[in-house]
């Protein structure tokens, strides 16, 4: 199954910019990267998702390396809103079945 | 437009009743995915359909989960006889992917959560 990497945890303060890591070293050639976040009580969302280069909407930014062996969650200005589990993961080839990790908690902070 | 929903959104039963949890996707999404979170751990697959057929069913846990997706709308997960470690949010999802695809958007609802006493 596809694996990725994240920090347990991140905090951030409200109206900063906030990156978040994502570590993807198996992924392949033709993986997409995908992110979705899970708030409280709340099931997962989508938030972005790009192959090469950099995509952006309005949710957020994703920088992914060159090498795609790794990729950076962009949130321009943390809102309190953004207070939750965030998720980097590459889908299988099966239809698109998401296999999640532990994903990064993001805490934002006043 | 409705999103994914679920219901109920809370169970409680005793270990060795039945549940059956509900899942209405988006309308005109052919995929339907089931997942769970039990406490404390990341949040597994458990299976996929394709309209009304099993397109992977390898995160089911044992033979006490059934799912079904009779006519290809709506689809129930069946738990019998519930055991204390089934406690958990059990997740659907729905989406457009057509065969082949390997990325686009899951919508997921709120999760049903199951409580196994």
């Known amino acids: 199954d596809a694996k990725t990497t994240q920090p347990n945890s991140m905090e951030s303060n409200e109206e900063e910019p906030v990156h978040l890591p994502c570590n993807h070293s198996?992924?392949?050639?033709?993986?997409?990267i995908h992110w979705y976040r899970q708030l409280p009580s709340q099931g997962p969302e989508y938030v972005i998702h790009?192959?090469?280069s950099n995509v952006n909407n309005r949710m957020a930014s994703l920088a992914i390396a060159e090498d795609r062996k790794s990729s950076t969650l962009i949130l321009h200005r943390a809102t309190l809103r953004d207070a939750a589990v965030y998720y980097c993961?590459?889908?299988?080839?099966?239809?698109?079945?998401?296999?999640f990790g532990q994903g990064t908690e993001l805490s934002v902070k006043p | 437009e409705a999103g994914v929903t679920q219901f109920p959104s809370h169970s409680v039963i005793e270990k060795g009743q039945t549940v059956t949890l509900r899942c209405d996707p988006i309308?005109?999404?052919?995929?339907l995915y089931w997942y769970r979170r039990v406490m404390g751990k990341e949040i597994k697959f458990l299976l996929h359909?394709?309209?009304?057929?099993?397109?992977?069913e390898s995160g089911m846990p044992n033979n006490r989960f059934l799912a079904e997706r009779t006519g290809g709308t709506y689809s129930t997960l069946k738990v019998q006889p519930a055991e204390l470690e089934d406690s958990g949010v059990y997740f659907c999802?729905?989406?457009?992917?057509?065969?082949?695809?390997?990325?686009?958007?899951?919508?997921f609802g709120e999760g049903s959560r199951l409580t196994v006493l």
């Open positions: 993961i590459h889908p299988s080839h099966q239809g698109g079945k998401l296999i």
């Open positions: 790009g192959l090469t």
């Open positions: 999802a729905s989406s457009q992917l057509k065969s082949g695809q390997n990325t686009g958007e899951l919508f």
């Open positions: 359909f394709v309209k009304e057929s099993k397109q992977d």
């Open positions: 309308s005109g999404h052919d995929n």
């Open positions: 198996t992924i392949s050639g033709t993986d997409y």
